[in-house]
């Protein structure tokens, strides 16, 4: 089963501008990470937040994490086409630190 | 260069046989996570070990999966016997038990006719 729900599904932007993508989950987490895919490929690790981790950066990627409200966003600043892939969010929760994926946003940039 | 590797790359099988697919986790890495990714159902957990032992496979049909951890360099997932509807990819991942990344293999794609 699935953990988490990404909105949207699918987002289409032009380069240069931002694109948010919205996870949310379903019980508590030690960290929620966001993973990028693209097309035929294996999952790429971007960021991790920790749950007493409220926002974090690395480059152009900014993350925010609300544990009360179970939810996380992904922004990509400045976008470029080479950032068109599919990104899903993923909690590790438990004491076994279980990685469970949510359904991903499929990110085109249009150059 | 440390990576995750996945063999085979693709597999096509007629429904009944056997399907074995291979993973070689990065070394040093105590945790391999097998997903399985259609588009329907998106990434499914399907199985996770930690130091060769099998942590969690509930998600995992139990009457024709199976996956086992022979030694620490490799982790298998036996699929017996195939349907069509085991057609997907089928990605493995290994990390450390702290919970932080998980590195992924490029993937088997698998379609049963």
């Known amino acids: 089963s699935q953990q988490g729900e990404e909105d949207p599904q699918a987002l289409s932007i032009q380069e240069g501008e931002n694109a948010t993508m919205n996870c949310s989950y379903k019980?508590?987490?030690?960290?929620l990470q966001w993973y990028r895919q693209n097309s035929g490929r294996g999952l790429v690790h971007l960021i991790l937040?920790?749950?007493?981790?409220r926002e974090k950066h690395s480059g152009r990627l900014r993350v925010t994490l609300d544990t009360s409200k179970k939810s996380s966003s992904l922004l990509i600043t400045a976008s470029r086409a080479a950032d068109t892939a599919s990104y899903f969010c993923?909690?590790?929760?438990?004491?076994?630190?279980?990685?469970?994926f949510g359904s991903g946003t499929q990110l085109t940039v249009l150059p | 260069d440390a990576r995750v590797t996945q063999t085979p790359r693709h597999k096509v099988t007629e429904m009944g046989q056997e399907v074995t697919m291979r993973c070689q986790p990065i070394?040093?890495?105590?945790?391999v996570f097998w997903y399985r990714q259609t588009m329907m159902q998106g990434l499914e957990l399907l199985a996770y070990?930690?130091?060769?032992?099998?942590?969690?496979d509930s998600g995992m049909p139990k009457d024709r999966f199976s996956a086992e951890m022979p030694d620490a360099t490799l982790a298998t997932l036996k699929i017996q016997p195939s349907e069509p509807r085991d057609s997907a990819v089928y990605f493995c991942?290994?990390?450390?038990?702290?919970?932080?990344?998980?590195?992924f293999g490029q993937g088997t794609r698998l379609t049963v006719v």
């Open positions: 991942a290994s990390g450390l038990e702290d919970g932080t990344e998980a590195f």
């Open positions: 070990f930690r130091n060769r032992a099998p942590l969690d």
């Open positions: 019980t508590s987490i030690n960290n």
């Open positions: 070394l040093g890495h105590n945790t």
């Open positions: 937040i920790r749950s007493n981790e």
């Open positions: 993923a909690t590790v929760s438990g004491s076994a630190r279980q990685l469970t």
